[in-house]
């Protein structure tokens, strides 16, 4: 089962390449209804930077030559990219740790998702997380990409 970036990228409105965001995305999983919506700045920001920020330096290690997505037409390499580093030998359990930490930041119960998510299911509701909170507001990109230029440089 591999996630359908068209859909991803039908189902989030779109205008001059960027989000917008007028209710909270609606997805339904096994009969259950995912609310993925914008991170509180004032409570869970800091918890959501350092998960993606730790993500993301595991992701940067295994895929050195790739950049993160600016626009919706590179999610496919996206996807591609996590799928590698949750499989690499090395980083793959510690990534697809903070993969899962990163996929709380939704309605839904912890234990829930572990019993019923494949990898597939995770990395999915990873990207929309990724796209409403990172690429849905230019200033939320500016500083991810600050964040991935400290941890990088540590």
């Known amino acids: ?25 609606e997805l339904m999983k096994y009969r259950k209804k995912v609310i993925i919506k914008q991170i509180n700045w004032m409570r869970q920001w800091d918890k959501f930077a350092l998960y993606l920020g730790v993500f993301l330096q595991y ?3 295994v895929c050195q030559n790739s ?20 499989r690499n030998r090395v980083v793959g359990k510690r990534a697809f740790k903070y993969l899962k930490k990163i ?21 999915e509701i990873f990207i929309y997380v990724y796209l409403y909170n990172i690429l849905g507001v230019k200033k939320n990109l500016k500083n991810a990409l600050k964040i991935i230029s400290k941890v990088l440089s540590s």
């Open 103 to 123: 996929c709380r930041f939704t309605n839904l119960r912890y234990g829930w998702m572990s019993r019923k998510f494949s990898i597939d299911d995770w990395i």
């Open 59 to 61: 992701y940067m290690n």
């Open 67 to 86: 950049t993160l997505p600016d626009n919706l037409n590179e999610l496919n390499e996206l996807q591609r990219n996590v799928r590698l580093t949750i």
């Open 1 to 25: 089962m591999y996630i359908d970036v068209k859909r991803i990228m039908t189902s989030v409105k779109v205008e001059d390449g960027h989000i917008i965001l007028e209710k909270p995305l």
